[in-house]
């Protein structure tokens, strides 16, 4: 016969604090991810449409390595391009210049183009290589 006997064998009790720790843990982890439906931020998106006019753009002007120098559509050099300025800067009540040079252009001709635009009238300067 099969002799078993209650002895001295200790009970085994699982330690339950740490999985309490977690349990409160997954517990707020799940609180601040929650999505509330009242909760954020009503944004109202545009349809997509400019409402700003040409006058309250930007002036475009592009260098590009041959220094062949473009103000908005009209192609012109150096020697024109003052006229254009002045002609385009007056007109506009954005008086900000932004100059695209072309990687390779001469540092000389932006500079130049820089000045011409200054005394034009412009106040507001970008370079945008």
Do not use: C, W
Not at 8 to 28: E, Y
Not at 91 to 110: G, Q
Request: aromatic residues 6%.
């Amino acid at each position: 016969m099969l002799n078993i006997s209650k002895g001295n064998h200790k009970r085994f009790k699982p330690d339950l604090a740490p999985l309490i720790d977690v349990v409160f843990l997954l517990l707020i982890f799940y609180m601040l991810t929650f999505a509330i439906p009242a909760q954020g931020l009503d944004v109202k998106l545009s349809n997509g449409t400019s409402s700003n006019t040409p006058e309250e753009m930007p002036l475009v002007i592009r260098i590009n390595q041959a220094d062949d120098i473009r103000v908005g559509d009209q192609s012109t050099d150096l020697k024109g391009l003052m006229k254009i300025l002045k002609s385009e800067i007056t007109r506009r009540s954005n008086k900000a210049v932004v100059v695209h040079t072309d990687d390779k252009a001469l540092y000389d001709i932006f500079v130049q183009v820089f000045d011409m635009a200054r005394q034009a009238g412009a106040s507001d300067f970008s370079l945008v290589l």
